[in-house]
């Protein structure tokens, strides 16, 4: 059974800094996919990062692109989401998502293509 397992949340104030951590653990083979999303009550889940975990370069959405940074441990199953320089906007329910599929016929950006998700971790910027 996979469970990933977001940490790291919190409440900051602008310009400040956070680091959320997902861990994985509970499958076999691997998860080629893994990606943050986040929520905002009333809107829609929005992808902010993905990343090859066979090593591409991650991929981030214009509106954090320059502030926000994907890296990944191998050795603890790990994904983590480095966000700096905080803005109000960027408050929501963060998410970390894995698909172990190689292809799908969803974009990398939808929520529909990946399979596990963790429950998330909330990020307050003041």
């Known amino acids: 059974h996979v469970q990933l397992v977001e940490s790291g949340g919190g409440s900051v104030q602008a310009g400040g800094s956070l680091r959320l951590s997902c861990v994985a653990s509970?499958?076999?083979?691997?998860?080629?996919?893994m990606a943050w999303f986040r929520q905002v009550p009333g809107k829609e889940r929005e992808g902010v990062a993905y990343?090859?975990?066979?090593?591409?370069?991650?991929v981030y959405s214009d509106s954090v692109k320059g502030r926000f940074t994907i890296s990944q441990d191998g050795t603890k199953n790990t994904l983590y989401l480095q966000m700096t320089n905080l803005k109000p906007d960027d408050t929501a329910m963060y998410y970390c998502?894995?698909?172990?599929?190689?292809?799908?016929?969803?974009?990398?950006?939808?929520?529909?293509?990946?399979?596990?998700w963790g429950q998330g971790t909330q990020v307050t910027v003041s």
């Open positions: 998502a894995a698909d172990p599929r190689l292809s799908s016929s969803f974009s990398l950006w939808s929520r529909g293509r990946y399979v596990y």
């Open positions: 509970g499958y076999s083979g691997s998860l080629y996919f």
């Open positions: 990343v090859y975990t066979r090593g591409d370069r991650p």
